[in-house]
């Protein structure tokens, strides 16, 4: 859980109502408590100068009107104070109800601040396998239509249900002194009317929590579409793209009426219980008042009490819908944030060294040596040469489905590793768990680093030492230097232009109008698609790694490029254990081992001469016999 988060309430469950309740309003706790407590005292005075007005009519009506009927010069200064009273009591509700109002703003909005703020710490530490496992757009949808449903609950259902109770409570207050009978008939309406909306409130809230599900589905199709609009065009595949949108639409269409439905028809019905309370009273208390039973001044006001009862009612009814959106967000927001982030039980970590009179000593500055740190007393350090090894490893990331199927291979300090293959063959995996992206189990093999098992190496310093350059491009909205600077935040300009010429991004980047000030945006969309991968390599040269992963680095970039920039990747792979992973077999040629991988295992393992006098799997790819598949 994010460190603001709360711990004492992360035991709550998901579809626990009360409890997605209590977390959420423990975030005003937190940072909003005397704002909020002052918008509640303001929402109580604004309520309650509505009851105060509407019973000040029965002493104006009976004690000032009724015996002015027939006056020839009534004394009228009484009646002004009264209406001076009135308008007193109807200016400090019209203060009240602005000052909550204000409030409530402010504390919302706050809140939903600082739960995107939470929500995204969470999802920094979360797997790759979560995002693996979900479209972009579905994850954006937590950030956007979630979080925004929670607004109405904390904005207006709140104010709205306290209002309620105040009003219920003080209008039943003044209506027991004013009529017992009448009084009773309206308790009988009260509770059908809270029956009602119990029984739809329960019957509703799978219905909205399924609409979240199904809005979080279009929302992530709209974004797969949008972003492979290129793609769709040219094999003309808009109608199979709208047949697709259609059917999420038609799921969303369901649900969707299904929860209007119940939100429709509560507020009529409560309504339609308020109007027929509010006949019933109005001629049952017109004739207690033509029996002498009720003056005209209580009825008067007990009339109004009656209205204003079944107004709030009538208010919270129509926050309904937003009451049971909010709670459906909520719940997916907060199940997002009780999951549980990347395990790290490594304890060994990644510093700079230089020599000692005897031995290694860690250092503060930037240095061209590395080494593991045992935390032992006391430390002990293990230079960094880059020996990875991987003994009988096994993996899956779906049961009963092997991707890798007992792999031992080797690269030492320095050599270059090319894995070649099918796609699926496992090429990827295995980068993948030298980064520890997923891990593997115990029983199923283990990777070491210079005889460190990779999981007694804190991710973090793990991912330190392994430069990654990817077949897709991310770029950030920013310059130029700042993207390449992404690799190490604390190079120099001087260390970013040198990267960038290590790529050969150098000669394009000074032919921009701005050169390196040069403003990115929409992942790079003013560049061409080699040139991106150019300052992808270049973000890596400048991380200045200890070991490499090139996966399908080079797949994006023309023949000729590629040739321009092999002696800048020779010289960045120098002294470098380098994984390879390539479709273009001439990329390949000068590694040290090439291994050719097909279905989960090693079929091939040696130099390409070696290989090329096996005349085996990787001859036939080579030569053009076989085509990868």
Known sequence: MAETGYRQLRTSRANDVMGTIARTFSYIGKHYRFRFIAAICFTILSSLTGVISSYLFTPIINDYIVPYIGQQNPDLSGF???????????????????????????????????MRQDLFRVMEKLPVRFFDTRTHGEVMNYYTNDIDTIRPMMADAFPTLITTIITIVGCFSFMFTLNFSLSMIMVVFLIFMFIVTYFLAKGSRKTFAGLQKQVSNVSGYTQEMF???????????????????????????????????????????????????????????????????MRIGDLASFMLFVRQFAGPISNLSQQF??????????????????????????????????????????????????????????????????????????FRYVEGKDILKNISLYAKPGQKIAFVGSTGAGKTTITNLINRFYDVEDLEGMITFDGIPIKEIKKDDLRKSVGVVLQDTNLFSGTIMDNIRYGRLDATDEECIRAAKISNADSFIERLPHGYQTMLSANGSN???GQRQLLNIARCAVADPPVMVLDEATSSIDTHTEKLIEKGMDELMSGRTTFVIAHRLSTVRNANAIIVLEHGEIIERGTHEDLLKLKGRYYQLYTGKAQLE
């Open 321 to 394: 819908n937003g009451i049971m959106m909010s709670l459906a967000g909520a719940e997916r927001v907060f199940d997002l944030m009780d999951k549980e982030g990347e395990l790290d039980y490594g304890i060994i970590e990644l510093v700079n060294v230089e020599e000692g009179k005897e031995e290694l000593v860690e250092t503060e500055h930037k240095t061209e040596r590395w080494a593991w740190k045992v935390p032992v007393d006391p430390p002990k350090y293990i230079e960094l040469k880059g020996d990875i090894r991987l003994n009988n490893v096994t």
């Open 80 to 114: 002004v104070k009264m209406l001076g009273v009135m308008a007193l009591v109807y200016c400090g509700g019209l203060i009240s109800s602005f000052s909550f109002s204000k409030l409530m703003s402010i504390v919302s909005t706050g809140t939903l601040n600082y």
């Open 527 to 529: 560049l061409s698609q």
């Open 227 to 293: 972003s492979g609009q290129k793609v769709i065009k040219v094999f003309n595949h808009e109608k199979q793209t709208m047949d697709g949108f259609m059917n999420f639409n038609r799921e969303l269409y369901k649900y969707s009426l299904n929860t209007n439905m119940y939100a429709s028809i509560l507020m009529p019905i409560n309504a339609n219980l308020s109007y027929i309370a509010y006949a019933i009273v109005a001629v049952v208390g017109s004739k207690m008042t033509i029996e002498g039973k």
